[in-house]
């Protein structure tokens, strides 16, 4: 390639189902209401698959438009990253079913489990493949159908969450551009308070683990919100500072979509107007690992987000895990 460069988001694409489940649609179906909803998390509306949609299915039509937008055909990728906790199979990974459904015969291809902050693992891990001249285009996509693992029945979580995909294409962008810096972090002591039980090898599926619901996830809210302050705000400053920057030289704040209190918090302390941070959760609801890459499409199909911003990711998530990464949006795609 010749010359000094960075890995950079160079195309985005993003997919959210048709079905549309309202806070008052869930009035009917557990003791709930849309104020309680609406004021606790922000969220008024999330998508939900079709029956006959797996999470492979709402990536491939997110990594459609983000190949579009990148101008990079699918035989041109070298590598496929799917960041999910609900893949179609425990194996064969989505990863490579969305592989073959491309045609992209050249790519490798893998999952990567980081819950809500995996599309942040997954695009540092794609900078370092690029930045280290392994490959040239990769393949990031956070997709979920987490209305397969939410228990309907238990009001304080199925509220919450919501199905979508979303992608970006990364390649070399000059080094002044592109990925300046990320940060990631993991509590593994705090697992338990944001887990799906049984369907692994500690408690494999069994008509004992089905009849006391284990294969439904599982949060602790309040202790996870707690976290979720915290780190975010933690991260934030941590990403900020290592990038050789100032918080007011953040243009846009793209954050995990989980509540609208954390995402306030963090805005609150970055010092950002309302305007300079991306929401999409009243719309969404928490898609956990679509929840950043949905978002940022949307934000640069507006015409939003300009060549040299500054963005900050920041997400959060089972594990427990974290990761904020910064970027200064590219002018030039993938022309070096």
């Not at 008052?24 to 998390?41: G, P, S």
């Not at 893949?87 to 490798?108: E, M």
Request: net charge negative; aromatic share 6%; glycine share 10%.
């Amino acid at each position: 390639m010749g010359k000094a460069f960075r890995a950079g988001i160079i195309g985005t694409g993003s997919y959210v189902p048709e079905r549309v489940l309202t806070n008052f649609d869930l009035e009917k179906m557990v003791d709930t209401n849309d104020e309680w909803i609406r004021t606790r998390t922000g969220i008024r509306e999330r998508r939900i698959a079709k029956e006959d949609q797996a999470t492979s299915d709402l990536a491939y039509e997110a990594a459609q438009r983000a190949l579009e937008a990148s101008d990079v055909a699918a035989e041109a990728l070298d590598l496929i990253i799917v960041a999910t906790i609900t893949p179609d199979t425990a194996f064969p990974s989505t990863a490579n079913i969305l592989q073959d459904r491309l045609g992209a015969h050249r790519a490798a291809a893998f999952d990567q489990a980081a819950a809500c902050s995996g599309f942040i693992y997954a695009l540092a891990t794609a900078a370092q493949f690029i930045e280290s001249g392994v490959y040239r285009y990769v393949l990031v996509v956070g997709a979920e159908t987490l209305s397969r693992i939410v228990d309907w029945e238990d009001r304080n979580t199925c509220v919450l969450f919501g199905d979508g995909a979303g992608a970006a294409v990364l390649g070399p962008v000059p080094e002044d551009e592109g990925v300046r810096a990320f940060v990631l972090g993991s509590d593994g002591s705090g697992g338990e308070l944001l887990k799906l039980p049984a369907g692994g090898s500690r408690l494999p599926a069994s008509h004992d683990t089905v009849d006391r619901r284990l294969h439904y996830l599982k949060m602790n809210g309040r202790e996870v919100f707690k976290f979720a302050v915290r780190v975010m705000n933690q991260a934030s400053d941590e990403v900020i500072e290592k990038a050789g920057l100032t918080k007011d030289a953040i243009d846009f704040l793209v954050p995990h979509q989980a509540n609208l209190r954390i995402i306030e918090s963090a805005r609150e302390r970055l010092e950002l107007p309302a305007e300079k941070v991306v929401v999409n959760l009243d719309r969404f609801g928490n898609m956990s690992t679509a929840s950043i890459p949905v978002a940022l499409d949307e934000a640069v199909r507006a015409g939003k987000i300009q060549p040299g911003d500054h963005l900050l990711m920041v997400g959060f998530g089972a594990g427990l895990t974290w990761g904020a990464l910064v970027l200064r949006w590219s002018a030039s795609g993938s022309g070096v």
